[in-house]
Antibody, heavy 120, light 108 residues
Framework: EAQLVESGGGLVQPGGSLRLSCVAS????????INWVRQAPGKGLEWVSF????????YYADSVRGRFIVSRDHAKNSLYLQMSSLRAEDTAVYYC?????????????WGQGTRVIVSS | EVVLTQSPATLSLSPGERATLSCRAS??????LAWYQQKPGQAPRLLIY???DRATGIPARFSGTGSGTDFTLSISGLEPEDFAVYYCQHRRNWPSFTFGPGTKVDFK
């Protein structure tokens, strides 16, 4: 069964750093484009970043560009989101989600999410 | 930038009734429109892609229609597990994924 599992969330002070992980299983991670999508408490879904299947091409939302870095470790079937200079507005549940390989325009597999709280 | 709006914000219905949710794009997205369901405390789940194709394992009571700027998600005969928030999404602002604000289907 295809699965994505996030971890690494927690409580961090403003200005601090945190690294989220997303481990893939049951499908070809090295052939899949993966994104990070977040959801602030009581709010809707916001796209955060994109990683091509190789990890060479990455993109970020304006709200996180320059502060977040996405990377992959193919040996570990893992995607990471290194978050720094965190702000209160980064508080959210962070999901990793796979791009639908047939359409390339929707997200067909989501992890269960990991919660990040930025607060002093 | 292509923006999505969804209506109504909340839809109050009873089990067995038909739900009709609307999603409107500020510019044409052709049929590159998806729908997701999210239950409290859970991740979103893909329901419909390409405007009208059901994702794997999605019951036939869920159907999507539309093209261009106007789309509809219909749920024929609401089951108790269908009470949730529904989001539409497109990728015309490539590479990002743009979501609508959501429609909550709750119990009347």
């Amino acid at each position: 069964e295809a699965q994505l599992v996030e971890s690494g969330g927690g409580l961090v002070q403003p200005g601090g750093s945190l690294r989220l992980s997303c481990v893939a299983s049951g499908f070809s991670f090295s052939s899949s484009e993966i994104n990070w999508v977040r959801q602030a408490p009581g709010k809707g879904l916001e796209w955060v970043s994109f990683s091509s299947s190789t990890g060479i091409t990455v993109y970020y939302a304006d709200s996180v560009r320059g502060r977040f870095i996405v990377s992959r470790d193919h040996a570990k079937n893992s995607l990471y989101l290194q978050m720094s200079s965190l702000r209160a507005e980064d508080t959210a549940v962070y999901y990793c989600a796979r791009v639908n390989g047939h359409t390339a325009v929707d997200l067909d597999l989501w992890g269960q999410g990991t919660r990040v709280i930025v607060s002093s | 930038e292509v923006v999505l709006t969804q209506s109504p914000a909340t839809l109050s219905l009873s089990p067995g009734e038909r739900a009709t949710l609307s999603c409107r794009a500020s510019q044409s997205v052709s049929t590159d429109l998806a729908w997701y369901q999210q239950k409290p405390g859970q991740a979103p789940r893909l329901l419909i892609y390409h405007a009208s194709d059901r994702a794997t394992g999605i019951p036939a009571r869920f159907s999507g229609t539309g093209s261009g700027t106007d789309f509809t998600l219909s749920i024929s005969g609401l089951e108790p597990e269908d009470f949730a928030v529904y989001y539409c999404q497109h990728r015309r602002n490539w590479p990002s994924f743009t979501f609508g604000p959501g429609t909550k289907v709750d119990f009347k």
